[in-house]
């Protein structure tokens, strides 16, 4: 089953435009980012601030008068307006939802600590729905805190949105239309559908007369089943009419569509292309993933779904994944990318101090070099790996690997004669990392006519003449050296093994992603301008981008013979690369491009990371976070456990660069 992300054009500029139109946005997150943090808590309102929505959280009134967000009409079978505050305020919000949820004392939070928060900075809003405080109450608490004009009253009832407007002429309002029940519908109960179909049409009609006054938001709240002939409720034509209509009255139109597992964001693109403008929703890493196809970057079409297993069925839990669908996708990158490898740690690999040990970076670091050694049924062979250990850390320090695809001497000098930002080891350690490197051309030699005759072919073949479809081909042996890297560290105190990143740019990067895809003890993948055949989507048309035909016939010893069957198939081909980037889940990936090398196919790259992030969320982690799309020159996205940032300038690893990568670091390890 595939995703099809071919929506109208202009429906795509007008919801880009719509967001475009300042930050935060003005999408709707229900109860707060309530499914992945303690809904209505302070915690879920600030991840929404974090990531540009609207949070909206409910306003309740304990029994002597206490104003305090509560989703939930009854606790423990009562009304939450016979409790008192002090009732209130000892119930554990997390608890009440998941007994094994990572959150523990969660408390409700009082709209007066609430309003407190958003006065910090104007751009915090939030949608305050109405559950029967009086708007006075309300607003005399905004006011307090000078954030009335940041408050978005949410409510049912044009009345009520009236009120408030009478109140406060320059605040916001909106109002959210029912299909009259809030159970799941089924759609082939015709009887239901038509009732709920009708109920809500009567509604709009009825607000309708008023040319929606008093108002800035129209929401409609939509039940959606894709494998039906008619998909939504209220149906598809009376939407089209119906967003059109609130459009015309100068009012935005919103949806709030709850659809059933992997539908939601082909739910998203319809509702768009019927004319919605923004959305509330209870999914927003979906919402997301969305928004990244603005009229900035090309849409993607035809992406191959990551999480329905070769036997049809959705993948919904870890097990699932971990157990079937992630072993389907790595066979698939083995057999037709990147080749089987006919060993991973070989009996005889051997680790021989080079040289003694030696203080450098004036005291800073403690240098070790060695040679790594093996051999195999067809000969022996090694490669030399370089470490500078910070001497000031009080405890095992974490590290960046390097697989250095240029001339050592010049980019990864041991003696730190050549400094370039290529490896910036002094920055490295300055940040307590270790900086870690290696050159591929000692593994495998990266040549079109002699890889095969080189390093650890030499033990373990295949010569050029003896490759099979599925032999391995030089990026995964590259990536092999890598985790034979990581079997040395693995031997050194002060070292933080669980802590390696591997990083690689341009055709390091292709090979770094596929290090960590293929062995899961490296903690994060840095993967910088990889382009073709790395983190860039196939299933997207984007000019002047390297294509498989082309990178197969340039460098036909990077890939397994099988790869060549894709050349000029990459909107059919039944896999992608998002898939590639998901194999890490749920660890971390940091994934880079540059504006001067669109060669690599920078909103490719940026593509992969949104439609990989169902895999962290399954984890309950956040994928990429991108609330305004494609994001511009030098703005990194790090808000979730795939990063993304865009530099200014052209195909290379930088400062900036590693700064970026070991700013991700400090965020998730220390």
């Not at 708007?135 to 009832?157: D, F, P, R």
């Not at 073709?532 to 460098?555: P, Y």
Request: proline share 6%; net charge neutral.
């Amino acid at each position: 089953m595939k995703s099809c992300l071919a929506v109208s054009a202009l429906a795509i500029f007008a919801l880009a435009a719509h967001v475009a139109q300042g930050s935060p946005t003005q999408h709707i997150v229900h109860r707060g980012w309530g499914l992945d943090w303690p809904e209505n808590s302070l915690l879920a309102i600030k991840e929404c601030w974090k990531a540009g929505f609207i949070p909206e959280a409910d306003a309740r009134l304990s029994k002597d008068g206490v104003a305090f967000a509560f989703h939930d009409a009854f606790y423990k079978g009562r009304k939450m307006s016979d409790y008192t505050w002090e009732e209130v305020k000892k119930i554990d919000i997390a608890a009440t939802k998941d007994p094994n949820w990572q959150w523990r004392n969660v408390r409700p939070p009082t709209w007066d600590a609430i309003f407190a928060e958003m006065a910090k900075d104007p751009n915090r809003r939030i949608a305050m729905d109405y559950k029967g405080v009086p708007n006075e109450t309300m607003l005399a608490l905004a006011k307090k805190h000078g954030v009335e004009k940041q408050v978005w009253h949410c409510s049912g009832s044009p009345a009520r949105a009236r009120d408030w407007k009478k109140r406060l002429p320059e605040g916001k309002a909106v109002v959210w239309l029912n299909s009259g029940s809030w159970k799941q519908l089924d759609f082939t109960n015709k009887a239901d559908y038509d009732t709920r179909n009708a109920h809500i049409k009567a509604e709009f009609e009825n607000f309708a007369a008023s040319q929606f006054a008093d108002v800035d938001m129209v929401e409609l709240i939509i039940r959606a089943d894709l494998s039906q002939p008619e998909p939504f409720c209220p149906d598809s034509a009376f939407l089209k009419e119906a967003f059109a209509r609130i459009k015309a009255a100068g009012k935005i139109p919103c949806a709030l569509a709850w659809a059933e597992g992997g539908q939601k964001e082909e739910a998203y693109r319809r509702l768009a292309a019927l004319g919605a403008e923004t959305f509330g929703t209870d999914y927003p890493e979906t919402l997301q993933r969305h928004l990244g196809r603005g009229d900035d970057i090309p849409a993607a079409q035809n992406v191959p779904e990551l999480m329905v297993t070769k036997s049809g069925e959705k993948v919904t839990s870890v097990a699932q994944w971990e157990q079937t669908r992630r072993p389907e996708i790595l066979k698939t990158f083995q057999e037709q990318e990147f080749g089987i490898r006919p060993v991973e740690r070989p009996a005889s690999l051997a680790f021989t101090p080079i040289c003694e040990d030696k203080v450098m970076m004036d005291g800073a670091a403690l240098r070790k070099r060695t040679r790594i050694s093996y051999e195999g049924p067809r000969g022996k062979s090694g490669f030399d790996v370089t470490c500078f250990i910070p001497t000031a850390a009080k405890k095992p320090a974490g590290a960046f690997l390097l697989i250095c695809n240029r001339p050592p001497d010049k980019n990864i000098d041991p003696e730190r004669v050549n400094k370039i930002d290529f490896w910036p080891a002094e920055e490295i350690v300055a940040r307590g990392y270790a900086a870690v490197a290696f050159w591929n051309g000692d593994v495998a030699e990266d040549s079109k006519t002699n890889s095969f005759a080189t390093g650890v072919y030499t033990c373990f073949g295949p010569t050029e003449a003896e490759r099979t479809p599925t032999c391995w081909a030089t990026i995964s042996a590259w990536a092999w050296g890598a985790s034979r890297v990581l079997d040395w560290l693995e031997t050194i105190p002060a070292i933080d093994a669980k802590h390696v990143a591997v990083v690689g740019h341009s055709r390091g990067g292709k090979t770094s992603l596929w290090a960590a895809a293929s062995d899961p003890r490296f903690a994060m993948a840095c993967v910088n301008d990889s382009g073709c055949a790395g983190a860039k989507l196939n299933h997207v048309e984007l000019e002047g981008s390297e294509s498989l035909a082309i990178i197969n016939k340039a460098f036909p010893h990077w890939f397994c013979l099988n790869y060549r069957q894709y050349n000029d198939q990459e909107m059919v081909m039944p896999f992608d690369q998002h898939w590639l980037v998901a194999l890490v889940a749920p660890r971390q990936v940091c994934i880079a491009s540059a504006t001067r090398d669109n060669w690599a196919g920078q909103p490719g790259e940026f593509l992969s990371g949104l439609y990989a992030s169902p895999a962290w969320e399954l984890y309950g982690k956040q994928g990429l976070v991108a609330p305004n799309g494609f994001p511009p020159p030098n703005a990194p996205l790090q808000g979730g456990h795939v990063s993304y940032h865009l530099r200014s300038g052209v195909h290379v690893l930088n400062l900036y660069d590693w700064t970026c990568y070991m700013d991700a670091a400090d965020k998730w390890w220390k």
